[in-house]
């Protein structure tokens, strides 16, 4: 066995360096500055790379037109038997997984510090790491959590990330398995990285360096991967991810898979952290050996959309921003889905009923419930943009108010679920002017549904004519009308009995007839609205009383 790696006995200090993104990383929400130690690995990465033994490699990220087949196998005996290679379950072999994973970054080459691409790229990278395992809004991470061992399970509520280094020596072009392995052995003494069992390296190596057989243009036509992860097999004994620089093989490695050109970072690198925690040691945790087409959390579902389960990708919103991802392979959901490719622990859509073009008066009443479903179950809550003056949305869905203006509106409504997962549709409004008139007394004083409230049993009173919804009245089939509302006899009461205002339903306590001396008579006991006693306190309630074709009972038609 090989001795114990040391750090260079002349390793220079370490120091901070800031790495401003550019403002094309910023509008991706990446950091607008990359805080790194600077460390000098060169003399132990050369002292230690002559006895470098490597371990296996796992996890491989192929490049999307070379990805392999898991091809139709059957499974062995003991697992499920109608289950059809790549749509099997992740059986356990007995080895560890990482119960509190750290992640740490790992710049190897001096143009991460010099080249504003290559800046803005390491801006984006460590944004995307910062952003893991942070709750509530990283529940992509949380799918690893039903992968444990007998320590225990991953569990997640803070950052994942431990740090960036920058390491400025030169990393050699077309980078070996041994020297990117050896590099990732230097910073674990270097940085004396303790937590060897829940740690993992990421080791990015700058443009232009083309690790062995990676599918960029520099290494021909025979590259075939975008990353992968591996254990070193010797002290210190550590998992590291090899993730080249990913916009050098453009397309073959996510480039604009999604929404920009550091998609390949987020989707690689997030395909290489959820292997890492399942299966550090690189064979002996969650992997499933009889899938050719690797086996592993991330294997399962490379490149390919959740829903559409095409050649697209999805979505991850953490703290730290947006970042194109693809699904993780979940156990939990396999008898749930077809394949178990999944987003989050509760795979989820959310679907908003249109509720259609939406016409309704100026100060007109409106009460509107927007539905929606989660496939899931969920609750949904709801919010809304756009909406005409007047309308609020609750949580619950629900659009009440008065429109206050008279115009066009378009606005969107929008239903997510506990899980992130959510919809929206556009709602198209008109908003109509008034069309009904003021009902004036004698006195000049109009009649006026108190409050503009639509509350069934609200007082009708006498009020200053304003050209308000409250005042604006229609005279139908026999019906006072406002707000959509009757007034009605709603007591069913005799002399001195209150106007209300009431649901319409036509019965004959809402139906009333204008006489030719202008009396309002109730169909239900022919008794007519009075102002009483002629009053003109603004606010007082108008009642019913026996007709006397008198000036409290004179009123003008809508």
Request: charged share 10%; net charge negative; proline share 6%.
């Amino acid at each position: 066995m090989l001795k114990r790696l040391l750090p260079a006995a002349a390793a220079c200090a370490v120091a901070t360096f800031g790495i401003t993104a550019t403002a094309q990383a910023q509008q991706v929400n990446t950091a607008p500055s990359l805080h790194a130690k600077v460390v000098n690995l060169h003399a132990a990465y050369l002292a230690a790379l002559p006895h470098a033994r490597v371990g296996k490699i796992t996890g491989i990220v192929y490049a999307r037109h070379k990805q392999p087949q898991a091809g139709g196998r059957q499974p062995a005996n003991g697992r499920h038997a109608a289950c059809t290679e790549p749509n099997c379950a992740l059986p356990y072999h007995g080895g560890p997984v990482q119960v509190t994973p750290h992640v740490y970054l790992l710049l190897w080459g001096p143009n991460w510090s010099s080249d504003p691409a290559q800046e803005a790229s390491a801006a984006y990278l460590e944004s995307f790491y910062k952003g893991l395992g942070v709750a509530p809004e990283d529940v992509w991470s949380t799918l690893t959590s039903q992968y444990g061992d007998g320590s225990g399970s991953p569990t997640f509520g803070s950052s994942v990330f431990m740090g960036t280094s920058i390491d400025a020596s030169t990393p050699p072009k077309g980078a070996t398995q041994a020297q990117i392995q050896t590099e990732a052995q230097v910073l674990a003494n270097k940085l004396n990285i303790t937590d060897l069992t829940d740690a993992q390296i990421v080791v990015a190596t700058q443009s232009g360096t083309c690790p062995q057989n990676f599918a960029a243009s520099c290494n021909g036509t025979s590259g075939t991967y975008c990353g992968w992860h591996a254990y070193a097999p010797t002290a210190p004994q550590v998992p590291y991810t090899n993730l080249p620089y990913m916009p050098d093989a453009g397309g073959n490695c996510g480039q604009f898979a999604v929404q920009n050109q550091w998609d390949g970072f987020s989707i690689v690198g997030g395909h290489e952290y959820t292997e890492s925690i399942t299966d550090p040691a690189a064979g002996n945790g969650w992997i499933d050996t009889a899938d050719t087409g690797g086996g592993e959390i991330g294997d399962k579902c490379a490149w390919i959309d959740p829903v559409t389960h095409n050649a697209n990708l999805s979505k991850v919103t953490l703290s730290t921003g947006t970042f194109a991802m693809q699904p993780l392979f979940s156990n939990k959901a396999l008898s749930n889905y077809n394949d178990g490719c999944v987003m989050s622990p509760t795979q989820d859509t959310v679907s908003v009923t249109n509720p259609g073009i939406q016409s309704v008066s100026i100060d007109g009443n409106l009460s509107l419930q927007v539905s929606g479903t989660s496939s899931a179950g969920l609750a949904l809550n709801w919010s809304a943009n756009g909406l005409p003056t007047g309308l609020t949305m609750n949580t619950s869905g629900l659009i009440t108010g008065h429109p206050t203006k008279a115009t066009t509106y378009t606005s969107a409504v929008t239903a997510t679920d506990s899980t992130g997962a959510s919809d929206t549709a556009s709602v198209f409004w008109t908003v109509n002017p008034l069309t009904g008139k003021p009902i004036i007394g004698d006195h000049g004083l109009c009649l006026d549904d108190s409050g503009a409230s639509t509350v069934n049993g609200n007082k009708i009173d006498i009020y200053r004519c304003n050209g308000t919804g409250s005042q604006d009245f229609t005279f139908k089939n026999r019906a006072l009308i406002v707000f959509g509302k009757c007034l009605s006899d709603a007591t069913w009461g005799g002399t001195g009995a209150p106007v209300l205002l009431w649901d319409c339903n036509n019965k004959a306590v809402e139906q009333w007839t204008h006489t030719t001396t202008g009396e309002y008579v109730n169909a239900h006991n022919n008794l007519c609205i009075t102002d009483p006693s002629a009053s003109t306190v603004l606010g007082t309630a108008v009642l019913l009383r026996t007709c006397r074709a008198e000036k409290d009972q004179k009123w003008s038609l809508p």
